[in-house]
């Protein structure tokens, strides 16, 4: 049986560039309607995919970060996807699709964390814990990031939506994701040295605050990569599609502008 998808479109059915965008963990398709309704992406098929498991979505057999990277390429491939936007988890798969050689397009990879030491500490223990107290950790980490919505600017409507999004996911299954994650990032294999390796345009995307970050050695690697950019958007920000659609979509319109050039 396939990967069941859920997928949220908007764009020119036959536009000349399609991007795929990949929201993050336990969050869903609907997490990047303030970029999609971006009107500088008004020409672009904009193709946003949960993924199998988050937000009470059927999740994968196995739910390891280069299963998913697996997957999302043959959805990439099936949506004539031109360039991947990730953001969290999603960036992470992003990152596995190009360093896997999945996909060869630009990506953006919003809020990243490339290694272990890029996760705050509290975050893998709370996915340690899930090891002894099941889902129980899981669904604290839903319920804190439910709580940051509350000190967002966002209207009651909008809100709302994002917080159900949270209360869909399965514990249980979130758990085995969580765990499955944490494991891609301890086996860091010098994951930033690689991206540029591969020669792939991507654009690396963080807040001053509040959405992780990379390593000083991280940085300093990509820095030096010729077909890497690194972002910063001002500012403390949780979820970037959702609270920086404007800077996010800039970045994005530079990677299709890219794609569009070498087509």
Known sequence: MGTEWQ???SGPAHAPST??????????AGSYAEVMAQPVLGQVRLVAATLPGHAGTVPLRDCSIESYARVTAELAAQVR???????SIGACVAAEMVTSGAFSGP??????????????AF???IVGLGRVLGGLPATFLAKGAASMLKRKPLTPERRAEL????????????????LDYAR????????????????????????????????????????????????TIPGSVFLLPVEAPGPVTAVIGEAVAHATRSA
Request: with cysteine; glycine share 10%; charged share 25%.
């Open 7 to 9: 997928l949220r479109e």
């Open 19 to 28: 991007v795929l965008l990949l929201p993050g963990g336990m969050c869903s």
């Open 81 to 87: 996807a031109d360039v991947v936007v990730g953001f």
């Open 107 to 120: 990506v953006v990879l919003l809020g990243i964390s490339l290694s272990s030491a890029d996760e705050p």
């Open 123 to 125: 975050f893998h223990a």
């Open 163 to 178: 917080q159900a999004d949270l209360e869909r996911n399965d514990p249980a299954g979130m758990r085995l994701i969580l």
């Open 184 to 231: 891609w990032l301890r086996r860091s294999d010098r994951r930033a040295a690689r991206l540029g390796q591969t020669g792939v345009p991507a654009w690396i995307v963080h807040a001053e605050k509040g959405d992780g970050g990379l390593t000083a050695a991280e940085r300093s690697t990509l820095e030096a990569c010729a077909n890497v950019r690194l972002v």
